[in-house]
């Protein structure tokens, strides 16, 4: 193996039960004065969404907010907050939710000054370098789930809501500028929501761990991420005020997208199509793949998956991960199938096409051609 690779780690986090009271200060860090503050439709109205927007009014910053914000956000929503952003006369975004209001208010600082199309800064080559740079406002990133990590990464996923393709949009600069991680917001996520996005990070981190390009920082991360989930998720799942477990799987979180640097695979790959079509909850997806994949990837991630068992006091090597995996499914109610998630008769050729032209896919420890991926998703279908 040639140990070489380009690194990179993640941004200044402020991480701590009520350091959201610390907003105005990040926006000040960040050199935003006029932040438009941007969420989903469900966050909108709820306390801790009101209680930062008052935050931010009482320093002199405004409280402007737009939340026009899909699950699944996509290009119309960027359009509409984009125009919001430009009208409104701000310069900076605070990203604030789960992984669509992150995802959508990165995009938007992303694209508020650029004068290319969306898609032509997919994540492809050096697309990225398309982009005026100069042009990229500011973003304080504030989670209020512990699952996709994107408050420390610097990609968005935007589904195309005219091909219900999934797509990876990429700048250096998606990064935010500070991030808030404060596990006081995440306590009034329902338990269905608690579940899949700590399954989402637990993804995140079998993944990066398995993938097999180097990055040792990576996999040890990783490695440790797992271990987070595994202890604390069950916890936070069954006592959602329980702010010890909240915040180690907000650390959880951040640790599985900074991970994934390393690559991703199966999971995603199949997920993400399967997300784009059927609007599915994207962690309880990765939740229902990951048994079959982990079987599909055997011969290539038996032997570290064993190491993995070891650290995470689980017996029986590669074996025990995968059982200890499906209990722990059982545990928190995820479906086995695809059915169980309500997609009925999929469309196998149009996911197993999605799933091969995914990003994710050229991080599987075994290569995915249709034939073999078409046997996978058959297994997932059940």
Sequence with gaps: MTLTANWSYPTAVRFGAGRISEIADACAA??????????????????????????????????????????NPNEKNAEAGVKAFNEGGHDGVIAFGGGSGLDLGKLVAFLAGQTRPLWDFEDIGDYWTRANADAIAPIV?????????SEVGRASVIT???????????????????????????????????AGTGLDAFAHCVEAYCSPHYHPMSQGMALEGMRLVKEYLPRAYADGSDIEARAQMMSAAAMGATAFQKGLGAIHALSHPIGAIYHTHHGTTNAVCMPAVLQFNKPAIEGVLAQAARYLDIDGGFDGFCGFVDAFNDSFGIPKTLAGLGIENPDIDRIVAGALIDPSTGGNPVEMTKENTTELLLKIIG
Excluded: W, Y
């Design 30 to 71: 960040a050199g935003i004065k006029k932040p438009l503050l941007i969420t989903d439709r469900g966050l909108a109205d709820m306390e801790i969404t009101q209680k930062t927007l008052d935050l931010l009014e009482a320093a002199g910053l405004g409280r402007a907010l737009f939340a026009d914000v899909d699950p």
């Design 160 to 194: 195309n809501s005219e091909t219900e393709e999934k797509k990876i949009i990429f700048h250096p600069k998606f990064l935010p500028s500070v991030v808030i991680c404060d596990p006081e917001l995440t306590v009034g996520m329902p338990k269905f929501i608690t």
């Design 141 to 149: 990133a504030v989670p209020t789930t512990a699952g996709t990590g």
